[in-house]
């Protein structure tokens, strides 16, 4: 029986990875994907807990039954790069065991490679680079999805396009659920030069095809 053909979205060194250069921030160097420097694992340095309060009951308000549970996880609250993060969360054993196949949702805000440079990080990325750190982010982040998980990727114009293929391929263009645009502006006036941009768009996708049970 003749291999059913498949439609991909293809990039300059695609079959590559990415290291951090030691240049600084959103430097990246090409490698094989067996580079031991990129097969690295880096584990999670757990600096603090922190206990919270419930806060209390207002009269004027109603509250469910569950609102008298005690919390039964706790949360988590990572700061550092985050294909490193990732990589641990599915490979350190103990975080694994945790992680990997519980989460119900996940919401991303990537860079939208948009050419405007911000505090915490360089959002004017090469497509093939930004293409690159996302496809190796989004494996991951397929891993930690329950069966009836979801992911929500929100976008600007700039990627978004690419951004579908990508996932199409990743997760599987039937499991894609909406396109969910969201109006971010109001008024402003379009000129004979340029459109005002007033929407960004929020991608959803299942891992395995339902997002309800």
Known sequence: M?????????????????????????????????????????????????????????????????????????????LGESGDVLEALTRVPELAEKYVGKVKLIYIDPPFNTAQTFANYEDNLEHSVWLTMMRDRLVNLKKLLREDGSIWVHLDDVEVHRMRLLLDEIFGSENFISEVIWQKAYGGNNSSVEFVSSTDTVLVYSKKGIIYS
């Not at 097969?39 to 008298?68: I, M, W």
């Open 2 to 78: 003749e291999k059913a053909q498949r439609l991909e979205l293809t990039w300059y060194n695609k079959d590559k990875a990415l290291i951090p250069t030691e240049t600084g921030k959103y430097g990246y160097t090409w490698v094989d994907p067996a580079d031991p420097r990129y097969c690295e694992t880096h584990t999670l340095v757990f600096d603090e807990y922190v206990t919270g309060s419930q806060t209390p009951k207002n009269d004027k308000s109603r509250y469910t039954e569950r609102a008298d549970l005690e919390p039964q996880d706790d949360n988590l609250l990572i």
